[in-house]
C-alpha cells in the first residue's frame, strides 16, 4: 500500500518549508566549507586536533574562552559550532545557546562579522526570514569580500518569495567565489522552478567542487538523491543514497532517502525500519511524520499515533525555542489534525513570505478543508 501522494511529497527533500532536509543541508555546507574556520583564540587554549568531532570542538573553543573571555571572534566561533550540533543532533535547545554566544561576541565588538552573519543563519533556523536578510545584508555591508554570506542573503530572498533578487545574489556569489554552497544553492533554486536537468547540472558543479572530505561527499550525494526522487528516477535516488551509505552508513538524510523509496513501493516494514533508525538518530518533525504515515498505511494504527505525537512534541520544543513553526503545523494539521486550523496557519504563512512552498502548504491546506484554491489564493501572475 504506497502512501498518499501528499504523504510522500511533503516528506521529500525539495521542500523547504521546515528547512528540516535541504536547508539545513545547505547551512551543512556552509559549515563544512572552511569560509569561517575555528581560530585559535588570544589566550592560548588548546585547539581541538585535526578530525575532532563538533563536540570536541565545542569543548576546546569553550575552554579558550574561559582562558579569554574577551574573544568576540571565538564567541562567533562557538556559535556557529552550536548551529552545526543543531544539524547534527536535531536538538533546538542550542538554538539559545547559539544566540548567546553571538550576543557576546557582538557585546564585545558590535561590527563582528562572524556574529553577525551567524545571527542571520539563527534567523534562517527559526524561520526568520526578513531579520535573516537584514543580518545578512549588514554582515555585507561589514565586509562584502566573505562568499558564504551570500548564502544567508539568497536563502532569505527565496524563502520570502523574491526570486529575481535571490537570482541577483547567486549571480554575485558566482561572480565573487563560485564553490560547493554556491552550485548547491543554484540546483535549489532551479528546482523551484521547474528546472529539475537545471538542477541536476548545478549538483554535478557542486560535486566537482567539493573536494574530497566525507562530510561534503555525504551532503551532496543526498541532494543528488533527493533530485532524483524528486523527479520520479527511484533507481537513480536509490543508487545515490545508496553511495553515501557505503561511505558514511549512519548518514541520517541518506538513510530517509531510501525510507521513502521503499515506502513508496509499498515495501513497509523496511521503511519503517529504516525510519526508526532515523528517527533515533535525528528525531525532525517532518522524519516522526513519515515514520507515522508508514506505520499508518501498514494498518499499525497505535505505532502511527507515537510517530504523530513525537512530531508534535518535537515542533512545540522548535516552538518553545524562538522557531516559527507555521508552515509544520499548517501541513500537519491538514493531513493529522484540523484543516481549518491549517487553513489559518498557511494563510498566514503565505502572507509572510509568498514563496513557491508556503503557495504548496497553503494550497494543500485549502484542499483538505475542501476550499477553493482559486477563490482564496489569487495569483496576480507577478
Known amino acids: 500500500m504506497a502512501l498518499s501522494r501528499r504523504g510522500l511529497q511533503f516528506k521529500l527533500a525539495a521542500a523547504v518549508l521546515t528547512f528540516a532536509a535541504l536547508l539545513l543541508a545547505l547551512r551543512g555546507l556552509d559549515g563544512s566549507g572552511g569560509e569561517l574556520p575555528i581560530a585559535e583564540s588570544a ?198 543514497y545508496r553511495r553515501v551509505l557505503g561511505a558514511d552508513p549512519d548518514y541520517a538524510p541518506a538513510k530517509f532517502g531510501l525510507a521513502q523509496i521503499e515506502a513508496g513501493r509499498g515495501e513497509l516494514a523496511s521503511a519503517i525500519r529504516r525510519y526508526r533508525e532515523v528517527v533515533r538518530v535525528l528525531p525532525l518533525p517532518e522524519y516522526a511524520i513519515a515514520l507515522g504515515d508508514a506505520e499508518q498505511a501498514a494498518g499499525r494504527t497505535p505505532a502511527a499515533r507515537r510517530g504523530y505525537a513525537l512530531a508534535h512534541e518535537q515542533i512545540r520544543m522548535e516552538t518553545a525555542r524562538g522557531v516559527n513553526t507555521d508552515a509544520e503545523l499548517a501541513l500537519f494539521e491538514a493531513d493529522h489534525g484540523s484543516p481549518s486550523t491549517a487553513v489559518a496557519l498557511a494563510r498566514d504563512g503565505w502572507r509572510y513570505a509568498p514563496s513557491v512552498n508556503s503557495a504548496d502548504s497553503y494550497a494543500w491546506a485549502l484542499s483538505q478543508a475542501g476550499r477553493s484554491i482559486a477563490e482564496h489564493m489569487p495569483f496576480t501572475g507577478g
Not at 533546538?92 to 563582528?112: C, M, Q, S, V
Not at 553577525?116 to 561589514?142: C, K, N, P, Q
Not at 569580500?145 to 518569495?161: C, F, K, R, S, T
Request: no cysteine.
Open 43 to 240: 589566550g592560548g587554549g588548546a585547539a581541538a586536533p585535526p578530525g575532532a568531532t563538533t563536540e570536541q570542538r565545542v569543548s576546546s573553543l569553550e575552554a579558550q574562552l574561559a582562558a579569554d573571555p574577551a574573544d568576540p571572534e571565538g564567541y562567533g566561533q562557538l556559535g556557529l559550532l552550536y548551529l552545526q550540533r543543531v544539524r547534527e543532533s536535531g536538538d533546538p535547545a542550542l538554538y539559545t545557546k547559539a544566540e548567546g554566544a553571538f550576543d557576546e561576541a557582538l557585546r564585545i565588538d558590535p561590527e563582528n562579522f562572524t556574529a553577525t552573519s551567524g545571527l542571520g543563519s539563527l534567523a534562517l533556523s527559526r524561520h526568520d526570514f526578513r531579520r535573516a536578510l537584514e543580518l545578512g545584508e549588514r554582515a555585507r555591508r561589514i565586509n562584502p569580500q566573505i562568499p558564504l554570506n551570500y548564502g544567508v542573503i539568497a536563502d532569505a530572498q527565496i524563502e520570502l518569495g523574491r526570486y529575481s533578487a535571490a537570482a541577483d545574489t547567486l549571480q554575485r556569489w558566482v561572480d565573487l567565489r563560485p564553490e560547493l554552497s554556491t552550485y548547491a544553492r543554484i540546483s535549489y533554486f532551479r528546482e523551484l522552478h521547474g528546472d529539475i536537468g537545471g538542477a541536476l547540472a548545478a549538483m554535478r558543479l557542486a560535486v566537482s567542487a567539493g573536494g574530497d572530505t566525507p562530510e561534503n561527499f555525504s551532503y551532496v550525494e543526498t541532494l543528488v538523491g533527493n533530485l532524483h526522487l524528486t523527479r520520479g528516477a527511484y533507481g537513480d535516488a536509490h543508487a545515490a
